[in-house]
């Protein structure tokens, strides 16, 4: 499973994300948009413009710091 968190420094929302990710478990990749235009003009064609945003296996994908979402990631992986 590939799962990548697009996140900007100082962002609070993707600080809980990634530490979340980290306590369930789930491994993922970190883009920093403030430093990747590619990345950034990617998560803006797919819709969001508020991050973090977490794209997994190019096909499912949300914005924001989302438990919930989390959760269902640990429980498909473990």
């Known amino acids: 499973m590939n799962i990548t968190v697009y996140n ?6 993707c600080k809980f994300t990634c530490l979340s990710l980290d ?3 789930i491994p993922y990749n970190v883009v920093d948009l403030t430093t990747n235009a590619a990345a950034l003009e990617y998560v803006q064609d797919i819709g969001y413009s ?29």
């Open 23 to 25: 306590h369930a478990g």
């Open 50 to 78: 508020q991050a973090p945003i977490v794209v997994v296996n190019d096909q499912h994908h949300w914005s924001g710091f989302n438990p919930t979402e989390i959760e269902r990631l640990r429980l498909v992986i473990h």
């Open 8 to 13: 900007k420094p100082g962002c609070q929302q």
